[in-house]
């Protein structure tokens, strides 16, 4: 906590970080962060002259920046490059993009692991001995709200961080010993992260590939004797999809949309949606299980399984709805299909025209594809298999959120 005093000479408290560790005590500086920085640009050599690249010495761009430590990159140039062009991050600098269309979802940063060049999209940030990297990394992640505030110009590349501003932004700057404290403990946080963020993405890989192999048929279940279950038969989508329309005149008052969104990432929902908006006098009703597909998009993946909570929601008629014969097919295994590249490949097929609205799916022909299907004890014990499977994905992708919100609500006691 930092103590000033008003015009009449009587001390007041200034706002200081609403948490700190016990052993200390002393008062945090208020200062410039170009008080502890040196800043400096990068620079991008010829690539015309072959003299320059594919060296030695790493060369960050944006598309090099994942994670939080730098040393590597999809490109390196030579140190002829470095001496034409480019310049040098020294190891444990901080490097944070500047310029660029990613700008407006955050703002990139990290610490270089070893020296680098950065090209000119990249400032590199040189502390001196009143600052330690790590502290300074993790002060910047709790600013990402308010340096996304300070990106200026509009379109894809265009935006930019001022840093003038940056410079001038007050830190409360702790004791050396202090930052090194804070920082090994919210570094502790982010390995714990990364972990269980691997766990995730690990499961995930697993899952893609026993789909795949459960889809070739690699990998076939037994039924509960251990007998084999019969052979997988093709069936045209009509034979188990049945169209299902559940026709509603359009509400006067502000109803439930549901939209579906692309690369079968699931539908949405639109609450509160204004009647006044939509031309058609009909629409159409979906309820929880029924598969539903826009037409207008189908080509791009936009095909989903009503949630639970979407069940009364309405669409129009470029929605279709589907519910299932479950003596052939039932929606806990065909949610696991129609997310199948192949699948997906066959709905841009019957989608013809143009690009965007132009090319709208042919519900007729929908019905007339064709997949190999097995039994339905088998469907049910695929089903369950990759449901539970799912689940586990869920349970790590929660640990990671809560974990994430915990070290949020940390660096905002921290770092005021």
């Known amino acids: ?36 920085a040196e800043f400096k640009s990068g620079g991008t050599p010829s690539k015309e002259n072959d003299k320059f690249w594919d060296g030695d010495i790493p060369w960050i761009s944006a598309v090099s920046m994942r994670g939080k430590y730098y040393s590597k990159s999809e490109r390196t140039i030579t140190l002829e490059g470095l001496k ?24 990139p940063v990290g610490i270089t692991s070893k020296d680098v060049a950065f090209n000119q999209d990249l400032k590199s940030i040189t502390l001196n001995d009143l600052s330690n ?13 308010f340096l996304l505030s300070k990106v200026v110009g509009t379109g894809i590349g265009a935006g930019k961080l001022d840093m003038d501003d940056i410079k001038k932004l007050k830190i409360n700057l702790p004791s050396l010993p202090e930052q090194k404290k804070i920082a090994t403990f919210l570094s502790a946080i982010d390995k714990k992260i990364q972990q269980v963020s691997r766990k995730k993405a690990l499961l995930e890989e697993y899952k893609k590939g026993v789909m795949q192999q459960i889809f070739s048929q690699e990998i076939r279940f037994k039924k509960e004797d251990g007998g084999a279950f019969e052979k997988w038969e093709e069936k045209r989508l009509g034979e188990f999809l049945i169209p299902t329309i559940r026709e509603v005149n359009k509400p006067k008052s502000n109803y439930l949309a549901i939209g579906i969104r ?63 014969n479950r003596e052939i097919a039932i929606h806990e295994y065909f949610q696991f299909v129609f997310i199948q590249k192949i699948f997906r490949f066959q709905l841009d097929v019957i989608s013809p025209g143009g690009a965007g609205r132009n090319r709208v799916m ?34 790590v992708s929660d640990q990671i959120t809560q974990m994430e919100n915990f070290k949020k609500g940390l660096l905002q006691q921290m770092f005021v």
């Not at 949405?268 to 598969?291: A, H, S, T």
């Not at 519900?363 to 339905?376: A, I």
């Open 362 to 395: 042919s519900k007729k022909e929908f019905l007339k594809l064709k997949w190999e299907m097995p039994s339905v004890p088998e469907q049910k014990k695929i089903a369950n298999f990759l449901i539970t499977l799912d689940q586990r994905i869920k349970k």
């Open 262 to 324: 692309s690369h079968c990432k699931g539908t949405f929902q639109k609450p509160n949606f204004d009647p006044n908006k939509v031309m058609m006098e009909k629409l159409f009703e979906v309820k929880e299980n029924d598969l539903i597909v826009n037409i207008t998009f189908a080509w791009e993946g936009a095909i989903a399984k009503v949630k639970k909570e979407d069940e009364g929601g309405l669409v129009s008629h470029r929605f279709p709805t589907y519910t299932f």
């Open 84 to 107: 034409n062009g480019s310049k040098l991050s020294l190891k444990g600098s901080i490097l944070i993009l500047v310029r660029g269309s990613m700008l407006y979802n955050k703002i």
């Open 1 to 36: 906590m930092v103590k000033t005093e008003n015009k009449k000479g009587k001390k007041k408290k200034k706002v200081g970080p609403g948490l700190r560790f016990r052993d200390f005590a002393d008062n945090i500086q208020v200062i410039n962060l170009e008080q502890i």
């Open 133 to 145: 990297s790590e502290f300074l990394y993790q002060w910047f992640s709790a600013k990402q709200h």
